[in-house]
């Protein structure tokens, strides 16, 4: 089972930042950052297309995160500014090989059953 390798995770006061990383190992078409909090279901926090030419953010951190790649390190990547304690969780690196067309444009999905590839998780806790 391909295993991806998160690194970044911590504990950070409100206002703060955090830059989380995963090792990709592959060249995935759909790579991506979820998160889960005790209680909760795990949710899509920001997803996209290896080209760039999409990307996807839950609304609750748009403006404050930031995903890329790192293509010459083969690094996904997901920056955080001015985090809440709301934003405190596992967060999780997902990657798949399957994308869609919508008609205009190729595109990611970003459910967790559309992401067979993760990696362990990593802590971020958030004190306000």
């Known amino acids: 089972q391909v295993q991806l390798a998160e690194s970044g995770g911590g504990s950070v006061q409100a206002g703060g930042s955090l830059r989380l990383s995963c090792e990709l190992h592959?060249?995935?078409?759909?790579m991506g950052w979820f998160r889960q909090s005790p209680g909760k279901e795990r949710e899509a926090v920001a997803i996209m297309l290896t080209t760039g030419e999409y990307t996807y953010y839950t609304e609750a951190v748009k403006g404050r995160f930031a995903v890329s790649r790192e293509n010459a390190k083969n690094t996904l990547t997901l920056k955080m500014d001015n985090l809440k304690a709301e934003d405190t969780a596992i967060y999780y690196c997902?990657?798949?090989?399957?994308?869609?067309?919508?008609?205009?444009?190729?595109?990611?999905?970003?459910?967790?059953?559309?992401?067979?590839?993760w990696g362990q998780g990593t802590q971020v806790t958030v004190s306000s």
């Open positions: 997902a990657a798949g090989e399957r994308y869609y067309w919508n008609g205009s444009m190729s595109y990611c999905r970003s459910g967790p059953t559309d992401f067979p590839y």
């Open positions: 592959h060249e995935y078409i759909c």
